[in-house]
């Protein structure tokens, strides 16, 4: 059995009552303290306040959301069918209310985004788009624990083009032993195979260990070989920054409910670089939303795309799921991204060196120790018998705590900029260390 390290009294925590007043003098000295009461932040049955570090799942309710869907709602209730003209929001062009702030999100040309679908389904629009094979190029790379959906979606592509993943599809894999992937052997990897590179998908953030990517460096890898590029923002929009119009990728696609706290399956959304704003001959499954705005209404038979992002819209903006998505965004233009990631980069340190000092050493974190080489979310490997895995998250649930359990043994928690406090990393690590405590004795 794992010996812990004991401190205080009831913890684990060595000096827990000096660490506890860092946390209060950190959030004293937080310019960004005022935010956490713009959000919802849940509670159990008996009123007790949850410790919420599941945002790189579903971000909470930013508290203006609800008047946000309430006037859209009143508009209908109001207008009727007037209110694409005549809302206060005008619906026809609602979903570019979102483009301002999405492109500073991304680092992008405002016409370089669009607020559409959800993420899978515009990773297929761009792949119908930027995944083109021929007889040479014909093949995927993707990193080996890609996210399943990516994973499905890019399989669909190749089967759907006669290819095979046996044959079409690199994952390429960290070292042995290793849990994150390091840039120089995606480098090599995409090198290697550059001829038969068709596209290489990359993730921002990778879901399962918050590694992020040097988006830079192996986007222009990917370029200098020939294949194009498209990334999965799912878990860095709105958590790391991002340059991606610099970084020339040639697409990348999010969703909306985990950092960008727009509620459960609301509006994902899409990036398509400048450079093929204006190329009518790429292929695409196209819909009247992305067609010429000036004659959307005419109903000319031949499709005219509109130049940028919007012209791979294919129907019309679900209004009240995007009401949130404003709302949220609002708040990130108040706050700002580089105040926000200067707060979580602090964060996230915080809850490293808690636990680094308060749990058993055997309880690894997998997330990079560099701060350049994360977002906001740890990732903790608890390796121990099922039976007593499954007490730990039990007397975690019973806690308060919220964060989430992948299979076989990782511990996911997202210490949020916006609503999390250094007081409550250090209460989630303090219960953390004696729940562990308690199942390792
Ligand atoms: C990395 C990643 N990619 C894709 C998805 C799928 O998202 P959606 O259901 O919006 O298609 C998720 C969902 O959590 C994700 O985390």
Redesign the pocket.
């Known amino acids: 059995m794992q010996r812990v390290r004991h401190g205080h009294a009831g913890t684990l925590l060595t000096t827990p009552d000096l660490k506890r007043a860092d946390a209060q003098a950190q959030d004293a000295a937080d310019p960004l303290a005022a935010f956490a009461r713009e959000f919802h932040h849940p509670h159990d049955a008996s009123g007790r306040k949850l410790l919420y570090f599941g945002g790189h799942s579903l971000g909470l309710q930013p508290r203006s959301a609800a008047a946000m869907i309430e006037e859209e709602l009143k508009d209908w209730r109001r207008l009727g069918v007037l209110g694409h003209h005549e809302a206060t929001r005008p619906w026809i062009p609602y979903h570019e209310r979102a483009a301002p702030a999405l492109a500073e999100l991304v680092g992008a040309l405002e016409g370089e985004v669009v607020a559409m679908n959800?993420?899978?389904?515009n990773l297929h629009l761009m792949m119908v788009s930027f995944f083109r094979p021929d007889s040479i190029r014909n093949t995927v790379l993707i990193e080996s624990s890609a996210?399943p959906?990516?994973r499905y979606a890019v399989v669909s592509q190749l089967q759907f083009h006669g290819l095979s993943a046996a044959q079409n599809l690199i994952e390429v894999q960290p070292r042995p032993g290793e849990r994150t992937l390091r840039s120089a052997d995606l480098i090599e990897r995409i090198e290697r195979e550059g001829p038969r590179l068709s596209l290489v998908l990359l993730?921002g953030v990778q879901?399962l260990t918050g590694q992020s990517f040097d988006l830079k460096v192996l986007i222009a890898a990917a370029r200098r070989v020939g294949a194009r590029v498209g990334v999965?923002l799912?878990?860095a929009i709105g958590n790391t920054p991002l340059q991606l119009h610099d970084w020339n990728s040639d697409f990348a696609v999010w969703?909306s409910y985990k950092y960008l706290n727009a509620g459960p399956g609301a509006v994902?959304g899409c990036f398509v670089h400048d450079r093929h704003a204006r190329d009518a001959a790429l292929p695409r499954f196209a819909g009247w939303w992305g067609h010429n705005k000036a004659e959307r209404f005419l109903y000319d038979p031949k499709f005219d795309p509109i130049d940028g992002a919007q012209g791979w819209q294919i129907s019309n903006p679900p209004i009240l799921s995007t009401a949130p998505l404003l709302a949220s965004l609002q708040i990130f233009q108040r706050a700002g991204m580089t105040a926000l990631r200067k707060k979580s980069v602090a964060l996230t340190s915080f809850m490293q060196r808690l636990i680094e000092e308060g749990l058993p050493a055997d309880v690894e974190i997998i997330t990079p120790k560099d701060p350049e080489q994360r977002g906001c979310q740890l990732s903790l490997r608890i390796a121990r018998p099922a039976a007593l895995a499954k007490r730990c998250l039990e007397q975690l649930a019973a806690a308060g705590m919220i964060g989430d359990w992948r299979e076989p043994d990782v511990l996911r928690l997202a210490p949020i900029p916006l609503y999390n406090s250094f007081t409550d990393v250090f209460a989630a690590i303090d219960i953390l260390a004696r729940t562990i405590g308690a199942i390792s004795q």
């Open positions: 959800s993420l899978t389904v996210f959906s990516d993730p879901y999965d799912a878990h969703c994902g």
